[in-house]
């Protein structure tokens, strides 16, 4: 078995809530909490969530763009949260990250020729007319012109600027790159060039993915694995075909239930989840989303006791009490207030039927 | 039949800028009927926004509703109303839901405050019975204790709830149409879940007209009945959602369908459609999708197609109507013949 290229473990992030001239801490919003995962070398793992789940902190911890408040992150063996600023800027040649919005991640004053060359110069990779030619290949590799590296930035459509931000990335030969929603701000027809753009370049250079984004349309065809992020935890981590076809966690059923599906013949077993997503600043106690779930057998051990990411099937790990198999025993269960016992709860969200009946399983 | 509720009839809305005019909106034509939604789908720079805009007059110079558009609603001309006419419908007869809720929202006025105009603005009762008809107007929106929320302001609302005040807003004097611009796009998915949900409920409810403009394929697909789809300024195809989504005629839209990529499908690549969208002040020749097309010939350069009848109740801006056996022999497009870049 390989090494994992990137392993992280029990990562947190806790920002302070200040208040009046002293910045006296008044509270935290605890934006990422004991988040722990792998990823192979040459692996797609995306994270997917709702706004403020913690997805984007997690993925500028992993390159300490923030500093995570504990927890550890290893890339090919090394330590990362240990790292000098010298040892860490010799890391970033190895990992780079693509971001959501190309307008504002680009310096209108610097043409994108001197833009992707930066990364060359800093890491000293090439000069003069060797790093020329490194970056009129990159553009060449992103699908741009050559003669494009003399222009601006607002002289690019958005997936024209996106595919600049890629190719920036790509400059010093990164191993890993974590892309942080990077099609979500473009238009249906340009966003599919990107993503197909992304796979490409990840099989001609053996890239590493962390994928970060909200929809899960996209994921899906992004990734090997998916992890489900709510209110700074991961809920559910499998295989992306695993996940989309028995989704475990109720968080996961509820948010593929709402993808809307461009096929007016379905008919739609829709989860509504009631309510807002609760203040990260005031997590629920136990289970993060018991207030909104929708398992049957929830009940009072479920705002008690905070549920283990575990096995479920294998290789497929959710956080529920309540979706047997689980380490909670039902004692334990009872004790906490427990009046239901765990039963499987898969109910058929749309996207189930229609496999379904496409491929029918053990037909008579 | 009787007559459509809004019919909107070869709508030019052009900006006159000092170098070239953009013709953002350029002969759109087509109805709404009293009780139906309609689905106006495309990408950023169609101008589906523009036609909206139009419709409620509430286009800024260097925009303007050229002459010869006319925009009949409730037997007026929208076009050639004068300003109190129109203050009359605004608001009124046809309300909008604007796709970023805290911008359409006044940070210094309660939200109750802020719903109860709609009904001061438009005369009728006192302030109080505006003020009660705006917290029963945010009980029918799902807010949970109203009476509370309608004293709070924008900050303290959560971007769902916010969306949901302005639903409460539009709804607020029984419009004959609402026309919802991009109106779950900021949202969450299970948060835009709920908002569709009772946006449907409340049009039953209350039988109103709404034109649903959206970039979302799937979100066309679950509320609307009758889809127009934009391109360049036109509609290029029109039908119900259904003949839509079973049998598309025009390659931008079977571009765009197969472009999206699905919960439900399982596709290693997705198919693309190349290039981008043409600037608006420099609209192709011809047909207007041709370079980004993979089966457009000469006929595509030469002429402009006309929406051809494909069926009844389906329209397509395409000559493959007339000449449907060159479908057979796609070639790559002209801007990856030309070795233009995607």
Known sequence: MTEPLLQVRNLRKVFPIT????????????????VSFDIMPGETLSLVGESGCGKTTTGRAILRLIEPTSGEVKFAGRDVLSMNASELRALRREMQIIFQDPVSSLNPRMTVGTAIREGITIHKLAEGAEADRRVGRLLDEVGLRKEYANKYPHEFSGGQRQRIGIARALAVEPKFIVCDEPVSALDVSVQAQVINLLRDLQKERGLTYLFIAHDLSVVKHMSDRVAVMYLGKIVELARGEDLYREPTMPYTQALLSAVP??????????????????????????????????HPAKDAACSKIDPPLEEKAPAHLAACIKQPPTVITWQEQQQAGGVNPPVKYFPVVEQLTRQSTETPQGAI | MTEPLLSVENLRTYFHGAAAVAKSVDGVSFVVNAGETVGIVGESGCGKSVTALSILRLIQPPGRIESG???????????????????????????????????????????????????????TGSRKDAWNRAVEMLTLTGIPSPGERAKQYPHQLSGGMRQRVLIAMALMMNPALVIADEPTTALDVTIQAQILELLLDLQKRLGTSILMITHD??????????????????????????????????????????????????RERLNVIPGTVPPPTAWPTGCRFRDRCPYSWERCEREHPPLYQISEGHTSRCHLAVEPERRAHPHLPLVEQTGAIL
């Open chain 1, 261 to 294: 599906v461009a096929d007016p013949t379905l008919e739609k077993q829709r989860i509504l989840l009631e309510g807002d997503v609760p203040s990260p600043a005031d997590p629920p106690s136990g289970c993060v989303f018991h207030p909104r779930c929708h």
């Open chain 2, 69 to 123: 558009s006319r925009i009949l609603f409730e037997g007026k001309d929208l076009v050639s109303l004068d300003d109190a006419g129109m203050r009359h419908v605004r608001g009124n007869r046809i309300s909008m839901i604007f796709q970023e809720p805290m911008s359409a929202l006044n940070p210094v006025f309660t939200v109750g405050d802020q719903v109860a105009e709609v009904a001061r603005v438009h005369g």
């Open chain 2, 217 to 266: 394929l799937g979100v066309v697909a679950e509320t609307a009945t009758r889809v127009l789809v934009m391109y360049g300024g036109e509609i290029v195809e029109e039908a119900s959602v259904r003949t839509l989504f079973d049998a598309a005629h025009h390659p931008y839209t079977e571009g765009l369908m197969n472009a999206m990529p699905q919960i439900s499908d399982s």
């Open chain 1, 19 to 34: 208040k009046g001239v002293f910045a006296r801490k008044v509270g935290e919003v605890r934006a990422v909490h004991d």
